[in-house]
């Protein structure tokens, strides 16, 4: 699977959005770029995923660019419950999901 | 709540001890997986179980022994652990078909002390 490259935090004030980047310069074609996060020391939690086209969810929405190397993970409005370790992963069909460190992201009154 | 839960959320046990940590899902889904989770460190795939059948096991010292009964239940049985073994132990679930493979719901974990 292609390796993933996140900052390692951020801060985001409340209400405002948050915009979390991840750079997967060697993704291959029939690869999907995943997001989940974990909220102190629960479970990861998936929020979306996306191949070519951008995506939205009821938490989320993924644009991926056009030669895929890279996409950003927007939170419309950050609340203080978003406040996570946020995983951008890169995995092809199989069901072999490779974690790194994440960007810890910070909501701030 | 994701489906998937685990017992027990929390366990304490000395490095002669014999314990069990369970996850069962009901999702209806055909894989499950562990993961371990050090202090500081990223999530690491433990095993992977498909229909049943192991199908990864990612060097995983033997002290650690899986079980999959069915495709609802996975334990993790654990015998003469060492204190650098203390961890939150996760446990997912997901859907494989034969185009692919869908997102993983995770547990809540169990945290593990081996005194």
């Known amino acids: 699977d292609a390796k993933t490259t996140q900052p390692p935090s951020m801060d985001c004030a409340e209400g405002r959005a948050a915009n979390l980047p991840c750079n997967h310069s060697?993704?291959?074609?029939?690869?999907?770029v995943y997001w989940y996060r974990q909220i102190h020391s629960q479970g990861p939690q998936y929020i979306i995923h996306g191949l070519k086209n951008n995506e939205t969810n009821e938490m989320a929405s993924l644009i991926i660019t056009e030669d895929r190397k890279s996409s950003t993970l927007i939170l419309p409005h950050a609340t203080l419950r978003d406040t996570a370790v946020y995983y951008c992963?890169?995995?092809?069909?199989?069901?072999?999901?490779?974690f790194g460190a994440g960007t810890r992201l910070t909501v701030k009154p | 709540e994701t489906g998937v839960t685990q017992t027990p959320r929390h366990l304490v046990m000395g490095m002669t001890n014999k314990k069990s940590l369970k996850c069962e899902q009901h999702?209806?889904?055909?894989?499950m997986y562990w993961y371990k989770q050090s202090a500081k460190k990223p999530l690491e795939l433990m095993f992977v179980y498909n229909f049943k059948e192991q199908t990864e096991n990612n060097s995983v010292p033997s002290r650690f022994s899986p079980e999959c009964p069915n495709s609802s239940h996975l334990f993790l049985h654990l015998h003469t652990l060492q204190p650098e073994d203390s961890a939150l132990y996760l446990c997912?679930?997901?859907?494989?078909?034969?185009?692919?493979?869908?997102?993983?719901?995770f547990g809540p974990g169990t945290r593990l002390t081996v005194t």
């Open positions: 997912a679930s997901s859907q494989v078909m034969a185009g692919g493979t869908y997102e993983q719901y």
């Open positions: 992963i890169v995995r092809g069909n199989n069901n072999d999901m490779r």
């Open positions: 999702l209806g889904h055909n894989a």
């Open positions: 060697t993704i291959s074609g029939n690869e999907y």
